[in-house]
Nanobody, 116 residues
Framework: VQLQASGGGLVQPGGSLRLSCAAS????????MSWYRQAPGRQRELVAV?????????SDFVKGRFTISTSRVKDKKMVDLQMSGIKPEDSAVYYC?????????WGQGTLVTVSS
């Protein structure tokens, strides 16, 4: 499984941003796709997860502000993260993740910088 993330950039506080991640390769048995983030000096943390049964879950610090969604585009499985009401503390490198059977796959990360 290969993951390619995109959509990061500079955004003002209160603004919106949409991150996208495309999974390709052996995507048939992916059972969950997630977004994590890692700020400088901090551990990587889960932001949101979308399960193959349609359920989603969010960390408390993004509930009501971020929305995760998945879709299928040709031979790729997409996971998007719609970010709104962005705060300075949302600045981080965002990583997409796919769980397939017992293995984790990671994208390369996309930087989100929140600044006025």
């Amino acid at each position: 499984v290969q993951l390619q993330a995109s959509g990061g950039g500079l955004v003002q506080p209160g603004g919106s941003l949409r991150l996208s991640c495309a999974a390709s390769g052996s995507i048939a048995l992916i059972h969950a796709m997630s977004w994590y983030r890692q700020a400088p000096g901090r551990q990587r943390e889960l932001v949101a997860v979308a399960f193959s049964d349609g359920n989603t879950d969010y960390s408390d610090f993004v509930k009501g502000r971020f929305t995760i969604s998945t879709s299928r585009v040709k031979d790729k499985k997409m996971v998007d993260l719609q970010m709104s009401g962005i705060k300075p503390e949302d600045s981080a490198v965002y990583y997409c993740n796919a769980k397939r059977i017992s293995q984790d796959y990671w994208g390369q990360g996309t930087l989100v910088t929140v600044s006025s």
